[in-house]
Nanobody
Framework: QVQLVESGGGLVQSGASLRLSCAAS????????MAWFRQAPGKERFFVAA????????YYADSVKGRFTISRDNAKNTVYLQMSSLKPEDTAVYYC????????????????WGQGTQVTVSS
């Protein structure tokens, strides 16, 4: 069982940067992919970014490509989401998730989820 705890959310102005962290309670195996999803009020939960255990492969949603960067520190069992040039439409609860083997954008294929952290971007 893997428990995930997100942190780093907050209220920022448009154009600002923010870094989210997701700490895993146990050492994630070499097969674990880590991902970020987000959910705005009244909307579905959408894929944001994902990274393989080695960090060699990453994948981003088109809406955040070039502005967000996902990374991980396996020694600390932590994955990060560096968000830059934030826009009001980035406002959402951001969730960390984990699954085995390959990157997917389908939220139903992820086995473990954190409780989420709120990011609010004001215009």
């Amino acid at each position: 069982q893997v428990q995930l705890v997100e942190s780093g959310g907050g209220l920022v102005q448009s154009g600002a940067s923010l870094r989210l962290s997701c700490a895993a309670s146990a050492r994630t195996s070499r097969n674990y992919v880590m991902a970020w999803f987000r959910q705005a009020p009244g909307k579905e939960r959408f894929f944001v970014a994902a990274i393989t255990w080695s960090g060699d492969n990453t994948y981003y949603a088109d809406s955040v490509k070039g502005r967000f960067t996902i990374s991980r520190d396996n020694a600390k069992n932590t994955v990060y989401l560096q968000m830059s040039s934030l826009k009001p439409e980035d406002t959402a609860v951001y969730y960390c998730a984990a699954r085995s083997y390959r990157i997917t954008t389908d939220r139903t294929t992820y086995d473990y989820w954190g409780q989420g952290t709120q990011v609010t971007v004001s215009s």
